[in-house]
C-alpha cells in the first residue's frame, strides 16, 4: 500500500524562527511526485512547494525548502524566517499513480508565535 | 486568487433535496478532482475525471454522483444525502501533460445536510 505520515499533530515556532515538518511515504514506484500544501482557517488549500522524485535537487520556494531523501523515503519541509501568516495545517501529499490522485499525510498545525 | 472556481460557497440542504455542487477551471487542465474533508483531517479523494475517463473512489456512496459536461467543468449532483455528508468539499484541477501533475484547489464549497 502506498502512505504518506506525518507525525506531528503540531509545531509551533516563534516569528522569525524556523520550522522543519516531517513527512514520510511508502510507495513502490519509482516515478512519483511530492507536495507540500498549506491550508489557513479559510480552509483554501494552497500549494507551497513541488518535488519530481527524479529530481535530486532540494526544491525552495522563497522561505520554503525542502529536503528530500529518496532512500529514506523522507520528504520534510523548512519553513525560514517564521511569519504570522504561515500559521495553517500543512499538508504532505504525493501523486504515485497514473490518474494524478493526490493522497494525503493526516497534516501538521503550524503555530507562529509572537 | 485561485482559478477555479467553486458554486456556491455555502450550502445547506434537506435530506429529501436534490442540488449541484459547480466546479470551472480556465487553465486548460486536462484532469479534474472532487475531494471531500471533514475537520481536522486530510481531503478524500471521491471522483477524478481525466481525459474524459472517470475514476471513482468505490467508498463514496452513489447520492453522491459527479458530471463532467466538458473539460472545463465539472458538477456533483446531490440526492438524499445525510448529516454526515456535511463537509467541505474541493474542487481541484491539473494539466496532466509535459510531466505536470500538480494539482490547484478552489476555495471550496461548505455543505451543510439538515
Known amino acids: 500500500a502506498q502512505t504518506v505520515t506525518q507525525s506531528q499533530p503540531e509545531m509551533s515556532v516563534q516569528e522569525a524562527e524556523t520550522v522543519t515538518l516531517s513527512c514520510t511515504y511508502d510507495?513502490?514506484?519509482?516515478?512519483?511526485?511530492l507536495f507540500w500544501y498549506k491550508q489557513p482557517p479559510s480552509r483554501q488549500m494552497i500549494l507551497v512547494i513541488r518535488?519530481?522524485?527524479?529530481?535530486?535537487q532540494n526544491a525552495t520556494e522563497n522561505r520554503f525548502s525542502v529536503n528530500f531523501q529518496k532512500a529514506a523515503k523522507s520528504f520534510s519541509l523548512k519553513i525560514s524566517d517564521s511569519q504570522l501568516g504561515d500559521a495553517a495545517m500543512y499538508f504532505c501529499?504525493?501523486?504515485?499513480?497514473?490518474?494524478?490522485?493526490?493522497?494525503f499525510g493526516a497534516g501538521t498545525q503550524v503555530v507562529v508565535t509572537p | 486568487d485561485t482559478e477555479v472556481t467553486q458554486t456556491p460557497k455555502h450550502l445547506v440542504m434537506g435530506m429529501t433535496n436534490k442540488k449541484s455542487l459547480k466546479c470551472e477551471q480556465h487553465?486548460?487542465?486536462?484532469?479534474m478532482y472532487w475531494y471531500k474533508q471533514k475537520a481536522k483531517k486530510p481531503p478524500e479523494l471521491m471522483f477524478v475525471?481525466?481525459?474524459?475517463?472517470?475514476?471513482i473512489n468505490e467508498s463514496v456512496p452513489s447520492r453522491f454522483s459527479p458530471e463532467c459536461p466538458n473539460s472545463s467543468l465539472l458538477n456533483l449532483h446531490l440526492h438524499a444525502l445525510q448529516p454526515e455528508d456535511s463537509a467541505l468539499y474541493l474542487c481541484?484541477?491539473?494539466?496532466?501533460?509535459?510531466?505536470?501533475?500538480?494539482?490547484?484547489f478552489g476555495e471550496g464549497s461548505w455543505l451543510t445536510v439538515v
Open positions: 481541484a484541477s491539473s494539466q496532466r501533460t509535459g510531466g505536470e501533475n500538480t494539482i490547484y
Open positions: 510507495t513502490s514506484e519509482s516515478d512519483y511526485y
Open positions: 518535488q519530481e522524485a527524479y529530481k535530486q
Open positions: 501529499a504525493s501523486i504515485f499513480d497514473s490518474w494524478g490522485k493526490l493522497q
Open positions: 487553465m486548460g487542465h486536462r484532469a
Open positions: 475525471y481525466s481525459y474524459e475517463k472517470l475514476s
